[in-house]
């Protein structure tokens, strides 16, 4: 190899590496975006739905298992809490202890 071609190679290699280091960065940066930005669309989705229920009456609200007082704690929950965990959380807590209260009664 002649000697210009070598000290091209030498000039080169250290641009394309601050080059793809340069990518790589810009790459996980906007990934970085993507996730926080989707993390906000899942969060602002879960609050549109907090405010959908508390427009429910209390017999429908019965109905899927949860009471006023549960969508008044899981909206009073941290901004980047997901609310819908607490609710979650309630109705299965409520359908154990009627399971468990069939079982004592001998009802099945």
Known sequence: MS????????????????????????VAAAYG???RADALG???????????????????LKDIGITRADVRDAVSAPLGADPTRLLVLRVSER??????????????
């Open 3 to 26: 000697m210009s071609g070598e000290t091209r190679r030498l000039v080169v290699a250290p641009v394309a590496e601050a080059l793809a280091s340069l990518l790589m960065m810009t």
């Open 33 to 35: 975006a993507k996730r």
């Open 42 to 60: 899942h969060m602002l989705e879960r609050r549109r739905a907090m405010a959908a229920l508390a427009t429910l009456d209390d017999h429908m």
């Open 95 to 108: 359908r154990a202890a009627r399971q468990l209260a069939r079982r004592e009664l001998g009802l099945g």
